[in-house]
């Protein structure tokens, strides 16, 4: 005992005021030195900054080619098309799970596919907890082919993306006129491979260079250009034909009209997190959305007395899809992850009708529709998705790059068809950088 109070006296003996001071100092210093350091990794290295990437995106311009308005949403009108060659049930669900052996991502189209004449799917790529790109999509093997009837005043357009895998596919588009072809491209598909695995879903130590925000989707646009008559509506059959190469899923097949002046948009933005006195346009002390405050003073639509179904993101997207209360929906009552019997209901009471979602409304009525964002619950091939009916869902969820990855699909997106377009976006759950 004796032995102990003498050391602790020593102890005590070595800090005087001097030395106190000292070591006081060091640890002060130290701890700035640790936070400088902590803001600069956090800053610099881990969670670089995209606001001016995001800027330069958005001041990107488009090239102009006139302005096009949706007349036909072709995957939504295959009761009217021919279809030749299409494969059985068993040469299907062969195709489909070499698609899934390529990474593809693979659902029901409770939509587009919900009359079943053709195969029509949710074919999707990218990861889980990185990004996804869903898009409804018919698959299409080597000799299958479609044509349908349209009318065309104007000059018009037949766009389409495709995706296959392996080598890759030919796809051929012609636009015949009395029997007659009147203009036809051979597009090629690239072959598609899922470049993740479930180790890239962790963040790193360093995330500079935003990588997987730039990363290729593997979808391929295609654009053919049609002639139409100036003086009355003509009428034409479209055909696309897998001519050679691997099986693949075609999405986001419609059919543009040349239009004499431009129609409005929709871009509609849905961010859940943020409180009434934050967003600048209501509050003008805030400073956290100057730029959409600018805009909504000449361009927006302001809404100023909204209700909120409830205090989950999962039952507010139930009204703002559908206006309708999740009791009707079954979407969110008491869990995010929703039952596939309650899913099931929802899908079925859209396809009797006595459920209207707003994409699936606007899709319908002209719109390409398309929505961007992180939110989890509105991609259909996530767990916690639901198919609310866009065309396109674009999900980008891993940090820290989730500002640049969801704006570089979005500004793409705006400036292939919201210039030029009757176009209907959804952004849901934006970054800092498009939200401001």
Known sequence: MKKIKQMFKYIL???????????????????????????????????PDDYSLTMDLAKTASQSRGFYEKRNDLLLDLKRAKLSNFSGPDERNSVLKKFRECGVLIGIDDYAGKNRTAPVYRAGTGHVGIWVDERSSMLMNPGSAAAFDVK?????????????????????????????????????????????????????????????????????????????NAKSSSKFTVQVEVIEGEPLFLANLNVLEKAKQKKYNIVYIIFDGVALPYWTFHNSKSNLTPYMAEVAKSDYIVFDNMITLGNKTRISL???????????????????????????????????????????????????????????????????????????????????????????????????????????????????????
């Open 318 to 436: 139930s009204g703002l899809f559908t206006s309708m209360i999740p009791s009707e929906t079954r979407h969110g009552i008491n869990r995010n992850f929703i039952p596939q019997e309650e899913r099931d209901i929802f899908y079925d009471r859209v396809n009797k009708g006595l459920i209207e979602t707003f994409p699936s409304y606007l899709r319908k009525n002209g719109f390409v529709s398309a929505q961007f964002g992180n939110s989890g619950f509105t991609v259909n091939l996530l767990g916690t998705g639901t198919d609310y009916g866009f065309e396109r869902s674009f999900e980008f969820q891993y940090n820290p790059y989730d500002s640049l990855g969801i704006s570089r699909e979005f500004f793409s997106f705006v400036r292939k068809n919201g210039i030029s377009m009757h176009t209907a976006i959804t952004i849901h759950r934006t970054s800092r950088s498009l939200l401001r």
């Open 152 to 228: 065309l005043k104007s000059d018009g357009l037949v766009e389409f993306s495709g995706l296959s895998k392996g080598k890759g596919a030919k796809v051929r588009v012609s636009v015949k006129s009395r029997g007659k072809v009147i203009s036809e491209r051979v597009f090629d598909i690239a072959g598609y491979s899922n470049p993740y695995s479930d180790s890239d879903v962790k963040m790193k130590f360093s995330n500079r260079g935003f990588g997987k925000s730039t990363d290729s989707t593997g979808w391929t646009d295609c654009t053919l250009e049609v002639a139409g």
């Open 13 to 47: 003996s070595l800090f005087t005021f001097r030395r106190f001071r000292i070591l006081l100092l060091g640890v002060l210093i130290a701890s700035l030195a640790g936070g400088l350091g902590f803001v600069l990794w956090w800053n610099f290295i881990f969670f």
